[in-house]
């Protein structure tokens, strides 16, 4: 009979637990060992969740205070010397590494953070050294053990793979080789295993995900050697890749000495015969037939009839487990009374998949088909709803041309006629949109959505935190001005909530970093815009200065990429959707008189296909509907674009394609790194890379900022540059928002008098 298991489970609680005591604790209004039962009662309902729905195997490991990366830098010890207080390793490591600042210690630089593969997800890069020394350093994973243990739990410990672990890091100071200190890493990882053993652990599940990618030999001959050195230490192995095929690696894969192999059968559609001949009769095959990152309800009909003969042949050695870590899916869709009913039939949260696995193995088990023939019936139902088709929206899709992603003039010529109509300093500054979100807008919102307070008074409460936003950066002395967006929960929520096709949930929240936990909305069916979304605010803003105010709305890619998307009609269709809506957003506003309109695309980069080989059709598409939202607008407006915390060497010519007329990117926390593919290519356009870390409470000083702008300008040109934060400023206060913008100001204005 097939086991079930499951590979990961959100960590965040189900009404955000985690990140209430983990922004509790680091406000100082609760003490660490409050912080700790507070880790240790989320873990435990998770357990129990995912037991109660019928997980054999429970995944331990998966809880992390801030990360699943940090948490093995912190496993191995390899934590920078400015992070740590002493040699003893603690609870603020963490948080000095993640966010720069804890309630003890020195605060920092934080260390860099970037997407988690092609997810929403991220993580902290390890920081490596040649001379990188690692010791097995924090033993919280083998307490955790011990607590699923005597709960009464089969505890399947989860690790990421030390090949995979040396992949994501980055080097410090000189380059090396990382690879050359898997030798110096094995060991750890093998006293790890040990240690497991001595508590009783049968199973370890060992994460390497970067078998999804296109490897160099010598990343292969790594994964080999780390497996053979791993084998035989006490435990058995299950090795598990997620996110796309791992075809290429079969022979790889077929050799290494593990106990078994868990494959994605969602975002590759493997061919479950051809994985079940590749692995012999006594190795497991785990097959991850629900989808672990989006949130609808799973044909179970179909995935019987896909692995009924392999569950038939194999048995005890066929588990059934979701594709990926469920830590991409909220948590429990019981939560959801406000949903509509028929919506609410289509999906499936984590607890959820963790039934449907449970109710599969009872479907082999026992041959009776009848809960899976009704279970299923509602993904068949949605599939044909009229619900769902909005031929209009179909039409205008399809007449889609060239076109229309095609600005009259170009940059060249588009700039000459923006400086005359916007004038403007060398190095302009600005922000990136968001200012801060005060409690007392939070608390409106609330009110508000509760029917508490009346639309009026809630309106008068946005138009006055607007105004105080208008007002404080004219105090700053900031050149171009946004509306603060006071009235905006999340930046692809907000505009969901005025799109048709979309729909939102009241618990759905998964983790986007640290305590950062985001709601994406569920795009169900075709969208369209039936009304203005921000010309309300964006013109009321611009009426309270003579500066210039940026519209701001959020791109196509990003809402895509940022949201549940449908699965029954392709990405770049979807895209199109969404970049024709905010087209007539953007002419709007226009018409309005706004001469500057921001459209982020913070997510541009995540939604590459994860094999090198795939890029180009997805940036040919990505940039077209970018291009598509921007483009039904005159030379003289202005269009800009954000992207944060991406890697830009491989796609900087696809960012060039999106012909916005300036870019603002993240740059502060990789000290100007990601300027480095300016080098080999000449951008043609205006750019702002990030002067200051916002996910960072330190304040930055006008020295770094100065110095970080002379870095820019060894690349790109003094009068091509623009001087901004690196992200939004919604998750900052006032206090330190200030300061910040401050000595931004300051340094843009000495830099001024420096470069005439």
């Not at 299950?238 to 996110?243: G, Q, T, V």
């Not at 607890?351 to 019936?377: F, H, P, V, W």
């Not at 009609?569 to 809506?581: E, F, V």
């Amino acid at each position: 009979m097939a086991t079930i298991h499951n590979l990961g489970f959100p960590r965040i609680g189900k009404k955000r637990e985690l990140k209430f005591a983990l922004e509790r604790y680091w406000a100082g209004k609760i003490t660490q060992s409050a912080l700790i039962e507070h880790g240790k009662t989320i873990r435990a309902e998770n357990w129990a969740m995912q037991a109660e729905a019928g997980i054999e195997l429970i995944p331990v490991g998966d809880f992390a205070w801030y990360d699943h990366v940090l948490s093995i830098s912190m496993l191995v010890g390899a934590i920078p010397s400015r992070h740590r207080d002493n040699e003893t390793l603690s609870l603020d490591t963490h948080f000095r590494v993640g966010r720069g600042q804890a309630p003890t210690g020195s605060a920092c630089a934080a260390s860099e953070m970037t997407k988690w593969f092609n997810t929403n997800y991220h993580y902290i890069v390890p920081e490596l050294t040649k001379d990188q020394v690692f010791q097995l350093s924090w033993f919280e994973l083998f307490e955790q053990v011990k607590e699923a243990q005597q709960l009464g739990y089969t505890a399947k410990p989860v690790l990421l793979g030390p090949v995979t672990y040396l992949f994501l890091s980055k080097c410090i100071g000189e380059e090396f080789d990382k690879l050359a200190l898997l030798e110096r890493l094995l060991p750890v990882y093998r006293q790890v295993l040990s240690s497991l053993a001595e508590l009783g652990v049968e199973w370890v599940q060992v994460d390497e995900p970067i078998l999804a990618l296109e490897l160099s030999d010598d990343y292969r001959q790594a994964l080999k050697i780390s497996f053979n050195a791993l084998a035989n230490n006490g435990v058995k192995l299950l090795l598990a890749s997620y996110f796309d095929s791992v075809f290429a690696y079969f022979e790889d894969i077929a050799s290494y000495p593990v106990e078994g192999v868990h494959f994605d059968c969602i975002s590759s559609k493997q061919d479950i015969h051809e994985l079940d001949a590749l692995l012999s009769d006594q190795q497991v095959l785990s097959l991850g037939i629900i989808n672990g990152r989006n949130v609808w309800r799973s044909n179970l009909e179909e995935i019987v009839e896909q692995i009924e003969a392999v569950a038939t042949k194999r048995r005890e050695y066929l588990w059934l487990a979701p594709s990926c870590s469920l830590l991409h899916t909220p948590v429990d869709l019981e939560q959801e009374d406000r949903l509509d009913y028929e919506l609410k039939t289509w999906l499936a949260f984590s607890k959820q998949k963790c039934t449907e696995l449970a109710m599969l193995k009872n479907g082999l088990a026992t041959g009776d088909r009848a809960a899976i023939a009704a279970y299923s019936a509602p993904v068949k139902a949605r599939l044909n709803s009229n619900r769902v088709n909005d031929r209009a929206v179909q039409a205008r899709v399809a007449t889609l041309a060239a076109s229309d992603g095609t600005r009259c003039a170009t940059f060249s010529q588009r700039i000459k006629k923006q400086s005359k109509s916007l004038p403007l300093p060398l190095l302009p500054t600005t922000t990136i949109g968001s200012f801060p979100q005060t409690q007392t807008i939070r608390d409106a919102r609330r009110d508000f959505k509760a029917g508490v307070m009346s639309a009026q008074d809630y309106h008068n409460k946005l138009a006055l935190e607007i105004r105080n936003t208008i007002k404080e950066q004219e105090a700053l002395g900031l050149d171009v001005l946004v509306h603060g967006e006071a009235e905006r929960n999340d930046m692809v929520e907000y505009f969901g909530e005025l799109l048709r096709g979309f729909a939102f949930t009241e618990f759905g929240w998964v983790q986007s970093y640290g305590s950062r936990c985001v709601k994406p909305p569920i795009i169900w069916g075709d969208v369209s815009r039936s009304k203005p979304m921000t010309l309300e605010w964006t013109q009321y803003a611009q009426s309270l200065t003579t500066k210039r105010v940026k519209g701001m709305l959020t791109g196509p890619v990003t809402i895509l990429c940022w949201s549940f998307i449908r699965d029954d009609i392709d990405k770049p269709t979807l895209a199109n959707q969404i970049a024709l809506a905010l087209r007539d957003e953007v002419v709007d506003l226009q018409n309005a008189g706004i001469q500057i309109i921001q459209i982020d695309e913070p997510a541009f980069r995540e939604g590459m296909p994860l094999k090198a080989s795939q890029w180009q059709t997805y940036l040919n598409w990505a940039a077209y509907a970018f291009r598509v939202s921007a483009c039904g607008v005159n030379d003289e407006t202005q269009i800009h674009t954000h992207m944060c915390y991406s890697d830009f060497n491989n796609i900087i010519e696809a960012i060039a394609d999106m012909d916005a007329d300036v870019i603002t990117i993240e740059t502060s926390r990789s000290n100007m790194a990601l300027l480095d593919a300016f080098e080999r290519f000449e951008y043609p356009n205006d750019i702002g890379p990030g002067v200051y870390d916002i996910h960072s409470p330190n304040v930055p000083e006008i020295t770094w900022i100065k110095e970080l702008i002379h870095k820019a300008a060894k690349k790109i040109p003094v009068q091509r540059l623009w001087v901004n934060p690196d992200c939004g400023l919604k998750t900052r206060d006032w206090k330190e928002t200030r300061e910040a913008l401050a000595n931004m100001v300051e340094a843009a204005k000495e830099l001024r008098a420096e470069f005439k």
